[in-house]
């Protein structure tokens, strides 16, 4: 572990019984967003794991609970005993179909009176040009525009908690160097080109809406960040599984992240950072940027810039709008 990196065990720990903590998470169930449940989980907090596939969850939820009761018979503090487990619940979400998350929100509502922590973690990349059933392009859609309406649903709960939203962007945000419209649909080929634009500006639009949350929502702490690199997730699996040059993806990746990468759990590390670290606070942190290992950072001058953030939002509330859904 490199020495920028957050100690974990310096963050608090809850005990769900005398002092609740809830977590709501996107794609809690592999790569970066497993390990975050993790920590969250060995912390003491209440996660509501949001995805779309009950088996692949569930199963991530098992493997989980075996490896926290593993890491705690391993440490040799006397306090181990004082600290308690979280739990996890899984809730059915699919981000490339709005109306699932609507659902899901109501669900999380009808079970609890606040809400801590909201990541939105999950993500799609390289997937070829495709319109989701709401309409909107894939990457945009999973990427941003599913966890723009999730925060806003959820919000009344995270305001009742002075809580957090925490939003995965990602150093790919830094390919959109000068502003691009939402609306512009980038469909052209190659894919291998045209895709990382794509999720550019979904990434570049999640800095841009977590800049614009924290400032109508200045009692909810807002922060974006980029994880690191982190080869080995599936996010890469469209590539890495293409018949022929997948292999060579998959040997391209393994050398970048040999030279550049982090282990999906220090990728984690930044996320967990922003979700419990007392020293955040609304007043000197809100609309932050963070990067790997829990690190303050700066995003693009793009991202930066508070007209374009406005714009985005704009578009956005629009966009939803038109497709029924009411959001302010
Ligand atoms: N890995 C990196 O190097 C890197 C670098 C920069 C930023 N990031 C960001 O880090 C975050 C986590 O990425 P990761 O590397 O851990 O990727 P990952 O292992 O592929 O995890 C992505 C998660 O998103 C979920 N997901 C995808 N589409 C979904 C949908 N339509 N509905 C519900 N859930 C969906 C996946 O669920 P399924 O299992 O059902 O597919 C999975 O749980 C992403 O926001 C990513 O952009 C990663």
């Not at 702490?221 to 469209?238: A, K």
Request: charged residues 20%.
């Amino acid at each position: 572990m490199t020495k920028k990196m957050i100690d974990l065990e310096s963050l608090p720990y809850y005990d769900p019984l005398t002092n609740k903590k809830v977590a709501v998470i996107t794609g809690g169930n592999s790569g970066i967003g497993w390990y975050t449940v993790l920590h969250l989980y060995m912390h003491g907090v209440i996660i509501y794991i949001c995805g779309r596939n009950s088996h692949k969850v569930n199963r991530a939820m098992k493997d989980i609970q075996n490896e926290a009761f593993r890491r705690r018979s391993l440490e040799k503090h006397d306090f181990k005993e004082e600290r308690s487990f979280g739990a996890m619940i899984y809730i059915h979400m699919d981000l490339t179909d709005l109306k699932t998350v609507e659902r899901g929100c109501l669900k999380i509502i009808g079970l609890e009176r606040q809400i801590d922590i909201l990541i939105n973690n999950a993500a799609v990349l390289a997937l070829p040009y495709e319109l989701t059933k709401d309409g909107f392009e894939i990457q945009l859609q999973t990427n941003y525009i599913a966890h723009f309406l999730l925060s806003l649903r959820l919000l009344p709960l995270l305001k009742k908690g002075h809580g957090r939203i925490i939003t995965l962007s990602s150093v790919g945000h830094l390919l959109e160097f000068k502003y691009w419209k939402l609306d512009i649909k980038w469909d052209y080929k190659p894919n291998m080109i045209f895709t990382w634009i794509r999720y550019a500006v979904a990434k570049t639009a999640s800095i841009q809406y977590t800049k614009m949350l924290s400032i109508k929502h200045p009692d909810v702490l807002c922060l974006s960040l980029h994880p690191g690199l982190v080869m080995n997730t599936n996010l890469f699996s469209y590539w890495t599984r293409l018949p022929l040059v997948g292999i060579f993806f998959w040997v391209l990746f393994q050398i970048i992240g040999y030279f550049f990468g982090v282990s999906n759990e220090e990728g984690s590390i930044a996320t967990v950072r922003c979700a419990l670290s007392a020293d955040l606070t609304v007043e000197k942190d809100n609309g932050k940027y963070f990067t790997t290992g829990g690190v303050e950072s700066t995003s693009s001058r793009v991202a930066n810039n508070l007209d374009n953030a406005a714009s985005t939002w704009i578009w956005t509330v629009r966009a939803l709008k038109e497709r029924g859904f009411d959001v302010k």
